[in-house]
């Protein structure tokens, strides 16, 4: 695994940390990132030595959504614009059937594709600040990463509709009430809680643990695996049919 630039990773027990590291930045998504992430979670996965992995942000905020100045044109250092990574094209799936346990502790405001990326993850806790934006219609985008799926088999269909369709933000209190989140703990506390969480589970069989999963995500894997497609078709019309919003390149970019 390369050296990471964007994302800062460590274990602290049993438990692997990783940590959006763009604090300046509001932990903005560019498609460097989204590389480390996958090298991330697949070093976490073999590492025989972590039974849990833990993600959260730097700073103030979990992930303010995909930087603006990626999403008009600047390529990151392997040449990548966002929509071009695995992360987003097709990383879902293989976040969501990971087969040790993940948690997402939410910091702060998570934007866009820093709430699809929560969405494959086994528990979401949430500190008070954190704020959940779903922009996309307003932008004149699909939402990605197996949302379309993931949404309403979180919340029910109703209110993932009303979510999507509203472009809604929703705050801690109210994501734990539609069942987004499990939790909402004080923010002084959210790491610490997330990473005795983690290492609980930690403590389980780690093959129980991923045959629990397999059966539990049996089904709905080929489901995401469907959604995830589907959202690239309907991408690929609205690109066809020329619906493109002034402040984003290219309609690909829907996560």
């Known amino acids: 695994m390369r050296s990471p630039a964007t994302i800062s990773v460590e274990r602290i027990g049993s438990v692997g940390v990783v940590a959006l590291n763009r604090p300046d930045r509001l932990n903005a998504y560019t498609p460097d990132m989204g590389d480390e992430l996958v090298d991330a979670f697949r070093a976490l996965s073999t590492d025989t030595e972590v039974g849990a992995i833990v993600v959260t942000g730097s700073g103030r905020a979990f992930c303010a959504g995909a930087?603006?100045?990626?999403?008009?044109?600047?390529?990151?250092?392997?040449?990548?614009?966002?929509?071009?990574?695995?992360?987003?094209?097709?990383?879902?799936?293989?976040?969501?059937?990971?087969?040790?346990?993940?948690?997402?502790?939410?910091?702060?405001?998570?934007?866009?594709i820093g709430v699809t990326m929560l969405l494959?993850?086994?528990?979401?806790?949430?500190?008070?600040?954190?704020?959940?934006?779903?922009?996309?219609?307003?932008?004149?985008?699909?939402?990605?990463?197996?949302?379309?799926?993931?949404?309403?088999?979180?919340?029910?269909?109703?209110?993932?509709?009303?979510?999507?369709?509203?472009?809604?933000?929703?705050?801690?209190?109210?994501?734990?009430?539609?069942?987004?989140?499990?939790?909402?703990?004080?923010?002084?506390?959210?790491?610490?809680?997330?990473?005795?969480?983690?290492?609980?589970l930690a403590e389980h069989d780690g093959a129980v643990l991923a045959g629990c999963k397999r059966i539990l995500n049996h089904q709905s894997v080929a489901m995401l695996r469907e959604a995830v497609q589907r959202e690239r078709e309907e991408t690929q019309r609205l690109i066809e049919n020329g619906r493109r919003t002034a402040d984003h390149a290219d309609g690909r970019f829907c996560s």
């Open 120 to 200: 494959p993850f086994d528990f979401r806790i949430a500190g008070t600040r954190a704020r959940f934006g779903f922009p996309f219609v307003g932008l004149g985008l699909m939402p990605g990463m197996g949302s379309t799926y993931l949404l309403p088999a979180i919340v029910g269909p109703a209110q993932a509709k009303q979510i999507l369709l509203l472009g809604k933000t929703i705050d801690a209190h109210d994501a734990l009430d539609t069942g987004l989140v499990h939790e909402v703990v004080d923010d002084r506390a959210l790491f610490d809680h997330a990473l005795a969480l983690g290492a609980r």
């Open 67 to 112: 930087d603006r100045d990626f999403l008009n044109g600047q390529l990151s250092r392997t040449g990548k614009q966002i929509g071009e990574e695995h992360f987003i094209a097709g990383f879902a799936e293989e976040l969501f059937a990971l087969h040790k346990p993940t948690i997402a502790a939410v910091n702060g405001p998570a934007v866009g």
